[in-house]
């Protein structure tokens, strides 16, 4: 039993106004009246479709929340069958397609002898037309066969003769009939009164629902319980959404072109972008200072002179921590020793002071011919080490693939080097074995003056190679030249220096050479140890957190960092980045934007499609799933096409491309991955608020 409580249906124009109505089960009842009268919003406030009437509803007794969603989306499914004047029929499917996808949205599991036996009571032959194909009279038909297949406790018929010749009028009518005798509930508009058994006739007019004529026809039937509903199966959501997609299949590969031709672009334009930042990173590991010196200066005082080679161990304790901050990535000693000592005095193997020439002198070994190059005091060259970090490959012009020496290019003109095939260079090197404190006095100043004692030592290398000028820029500012030796090389040199020191221990100990000049002169350690360390970051920016972070250590740590115009150069380096990042970011932005509008328009292309699922019993959510489903294959499909381009591009690509770009990167997977995702994604939460707005009964009517 079905009864409606204060009804007000009121568009332009007030239809009906405090109108109540009672049908019991089992009975047909007809509504009749002008056009426009309000025929067609009955039947879809009877059919729950129009619910913002401020009635009331109720069936078998109970008062139906016209706020439930589920239990609304339940009756349209499992209680009521609703032929619509207006075509509620899949035009792209076929006509068979469409009774089986009408039955199986109920849950009723028919054979196809079952289906092709309700086409036949509606007089249609043609099971593999296309409903396009179909005349008006042939989709009523068709529709009411449909309603048929999911056999409903409630048929709501809006005109189902019109456009109907004489004897189709004659079949739907005694189908109309047996459904009566069968028990059930048949709610029909129209102005055929004759060809119909009814119980009831209401006549719409003046706002009011006035009862023409009452029959008893049928017998009082049982109220049936209303159904629970069935929850559309999974399998049933993908079997409808694969078909929307053969059957739009050309719309669906063109959709999939436009978006992976989008995504290709973008994905082709961030890697091309992506391998300049990865280009730029790498730059920035080998151009870039990502070192700091580390310099013992304890017990120093701030008004004492001292000579800056002149230091002090740094302790393991102090070492342990450096290394354990996080952003350290290595920690070497530091060794270097000059050719030119400044000072007066040197200290020979005997113990004996020697007095110093003030020049340096280097000799040229090559092909069995040496040639010496003697260096005025005007010039100070000091070997070095250099280390992997520093990348020296990048700033030599030639480099051997043996062990020894890097020179400048200055040096190598200064001795007339044309080749260093076969060429080694030989020189004495300065060791500071102790420390001279000496009192200095003038007219202007009074301080105690320290400076080290050195010994010497001749060491021999084969030349490496020549770098440019461009790293001595970079990495000295303390000498006017430099040698290079690989810092395993100084480490292995450094072992034998050792010996030279507990040499000069054993020196001072005997007897201190210092005892016979004014200076005093003392070994300020018990073994020959380095009083320098540098430490390599992670990243260039890191450098002024890791020097804070020592001074933390110990505020006796000297640290020195880049130099300012190499820091400059870093951050400029950084703003291009920054630059290539948000360009690329605004591009995906801009083809997410656009893929949002082009599914937005989609979908709501689709409305009548949607509105169709939602009358026949489809919730919003079974809706919203389709089209997730729909959307997954076009995502999937979107990112296997948009890689495949991609990496025939990419390929393309770095023949002729500047910098290095590879086939498949991060930076053109994660493109082409996101707007994938966000292809399934978008039309999912477009549906969402897009069907939300629909009103079944407007579109009906409209």
């Known amino acids: 039993m079905i009864e409606?409580?204060?009804?007000?249906?009121?568009?332009?124009?007030?239809?009906?106004?405090?109108?109540?109505?009672?049908?019991?089960?089992?009975d047909t009842i007809v509504f009749t009246g002008e056009s426009g009268s309000g025929k067609t919003s009955l039947l879809n406030v009877l059919a729950l479709l129009s619910l913002e009437h401020g009635h009331d509803y109720y069936y078998n007794d109970e008062k139906i929340d016209l706020h439930n969603e589920k239990i609304i989306t339940n009756f349209r499914k499992n209680i009521f069958g609703y032929v619509t004047q207006r075509n509620t029929l899949f035009d792209d499917m076929t006509v068979m397609e469409n009774l089986y996808f009408f039955s199986k949205l109920a849950e009723k599991k028919l054979r196809d002898?079952?289906?092709?036996?309700?086409l036949e009571l509606v007089n249609l032959d043609n099971p593999d037309s296309l409903v396009k194909s179909l005349s008006g009279g042939e989709k009523r038909r068709l529709l009411l066969a449909c309603i048929l297949a999911k056999n409903p406790e409630v048929y709501i018929l809006d005109e189902p003769f019109n456009g109907l010749d004489d004897e189709n009028k004659e079949t739907i009518s005694r189908i109309i009939n047996s459904l009566s005798a069968k028990g059930k509930t048949v709610i029909l508009a129209t102005h055929e009164l004759n060809a119909i058994k009814y119980n009831k006739c209401y006549q719409i007019k003046n706002d009011e629902l006035l009862l023409l004529n009452q029959n008893n026809i049928t017998e009082a039937v049982k109220a049936n319980k209303i159904k629970e509903?069935?929850?559309?199966?999974?399998?049933?959501?993908?079997?409808?959404?694969?078909?929307?997609?053969?059957?739009?299949?050309?719309?669906?590969?063109?959709?999939?072109?436009?978006?992976?031709?989008?995504?290709?672009?973008?994905?082709?334009?961030n890697n091309m972008y992506g391998s300049i930042i990865i280009y730029y990173k790498e730059y920035l590991k080998m151009v870039s200072t990502q070192e700091i010196q580390i310099i013992n200066v304890e017990n120093y005082e701030f008004d004492t002179h001292f000579d800056s080679r002149s230091r002090f161990e740094i302790s393991s304790n102090d070492l342990n921590q450096i290394r354990n901050i996080n952003e350290v990535d290595s920690l070497y000693p530091l060794y270097w020793f000059p050719l030119l000592n400044p000072y007066k005095y040197y200290l020979e193997t005997n113990g004996n002071f020697s007095f110093n020439e003030q020049s340096i002198t280097i000799d040229t070994h090559q092909n069995n011919q040496s040639i010496s190059v003697n260096f005025d005091s005007d010039i100070s060259i000091a070997i070095i080490p250099y280390f992997e970090e520093q990348h020296i490959e990048l700033f030599a012009e030639e480099i051997k693939d043996v062990e020894g020496i890097l020179i400048s290019q200055t040096?190598?003109?200064?001795?007339?080097?044309?080749?260093?095939?076969?060429?080694?260079?030989?020189?004495?090197?300065?060791?500071?074995?102790?420390?001279?404190?000496?009192?200095?006095?003038?007219?202007?100043?009074k301080y105690d003056a320290r400076y080290p004692l050195y010994a010497k030592k001749t060491v021999t290398f084969p030349i490496k190679g020549i770098y440019n000028s461009s790293w001595q820029e970079t990495y000295v500012n303390e000498f006017e030249d430099v040698m290079l030796l690989s810092i395993d090389q100084l480490i292995k040199l450094n072992d034998e220096i050792a010996t030279m020191y507990d040499k000069a221990k054993q020196i001072f100990s005997e007897n201190n050479p210092c005892d016979k000049k004014?200076?005093?002169?003392?070994?300020?350690?018990?073994?020959?140890?380095?009083?320098?360390?540098?430490?390599?970051v992670n990243q260039s920016n890191d450098l002024e957190f890791v020097m804070d972070k020592i001074q933390e250590?110990?505020?006796?740590?000297y640290t020195k960092g880049?130099?300012?115009?190499?820091?400059?150069?870093?951050?400029?380096?950084?703003?291009?980045?920054?630059?290539?990042?948000?360009?690329?970011g605004l591009l995906s932005l801009t083809v997410i934007i656009v893929i949002t509008i082009i599914f937005a328009y989609t979908i709501s292309k689709r409305k009548n499609e949607h509105v169709i699922l939602l009358l026949h019993g489809l919730s919003k959510e079974n809706i919203v799933s389709t089209i997730f489903i729909e959307f997954l294959f076009l995502g999937i499909l979107t990112f296997v096409s948009s890689m495949i381009m991609t990496t025939i591009l990419n390929n393309f690509a770095r023949q002729y491309w500047l910098f290095p770009i590879k086939l498949i990167s991060i930076y053109s997977v994660i493109p082409i991955t996101i707007i994938s995702i966000l292809t399934i994604i978008i039309p999912t939460i477009c549906s969402n608020f897009i069907i939300t707005t629909y009103s079944i009964d407007l579109t009906i009517r409209t």
Request: net charge negative; aromatic share 8%; with cysteine.
């Open 553 to 557: 250590i110990n505020t006796s740590l």
């Open 229 to 269: 509903d069935t929850k559309l199966t999974l399998k049933s959501m993908i079997d409808y959404s694969l078909k929307r997609i053969r059957k739009k299949s050309y719309h669906y590969i063109l959709l999939t072109f436009i978006i992976a031709i989008a995504v290709t672009i973008t994905s082709f334009i």
């Open 562 to 584: 880049p130099v300012i115009e190499q820091q400059n150069q870093i951050d400029r380096v950084n703003e291009q980045r920054q630059s290539i990042t948000l360009m690329t």
């Open 518 to 536: 004014s200076e005093y002169c003392c070994i300020r350690k018990d073994q020959w140890e380095p009083s320098s360390y540098i430490a390599f």
């Open 113 to 118: 002898s079952k289906l092709i036996e309700f």
């Open 4 to 26: 409606i409580k204060n009804l007000a249906i009121t568009f332009e124009e007030t239809i009906m106004n405090n109108v109540s109505l009672s049908i019991a089960s089992g």
């Open 411 to 445: 040096l190598a003109d200064a001795l007339n080097l044309n080749s260093i095939d076969n060429t080694s260079l030989s020189f004495d090197i300065l060791i500071p074995v102790a420390e001279i404190e000496s009192f200095i006095e003038s007219e202007q100043i």
